[in-house]
């Protein structure tokens, strides 16, 4: 059974950092692609970054509102995706979620985690 599991969030003051983890079991995590999205409250779900399956550490991707200040990474020894999160607004306020993709998959994110709220005040 594929699980993945939030840590990190908190609250933080704007211009602050934050580091999202994302912990994966039950699968084999280098053949995945990994995504991060949120979702604040009476929005949509958004996406915010990915990182693809590739052997060499996977291509990466953002969202236009994060590029320049959020960064992606992943280390398939620990089987853990990360999201370091830089010069915090209150925009950023959302609930953070990882997902995967199924093997070699590129953007059809077949498993999804609890979440973790992230909390930038002004």
């Known amino acids: 059974q594929v699980q993945l599991v939030e840590s990190g969030g908190g609250l933080v003051q704007a211009g602050g950092s934050l580091r999202l983890s994302c912990a994966a079991s039950g699968l084999t995590f280098s053949r995945h692609t990994l995504g991060w999205f949120r979702q604040a409250p009476g929005k949509e779900r958004e996406f915010v970054s990915a990182?693809?399956?590739?052997?060499?550490?996977?291509?990466?991707s953002y969202a236009d509102s994060v590029k320049g200040r959020f960064t992606i990474s992943r280390d398939n020894a620990k089987n853990t995706v990360y999201l370091q999160m830089n010069s915090l607004k209150p925009e950023d306020t959302a609930v953070y979620s990882c997902?995967?993709?199924?093997?070699?998959?590129?953007?059809?994110?077949?498993?999804w985690g609890q979440g973790t709220q992230v909390t930038v005040s002004s």
């Open positions: 990182i693809t399956w590739r052997w060499s550490g996977g291509d990466t």
């Open positions: 997902a995967a993709t199924s093997p070699f998959g590129k953007t059809q994110y077949d498993y």
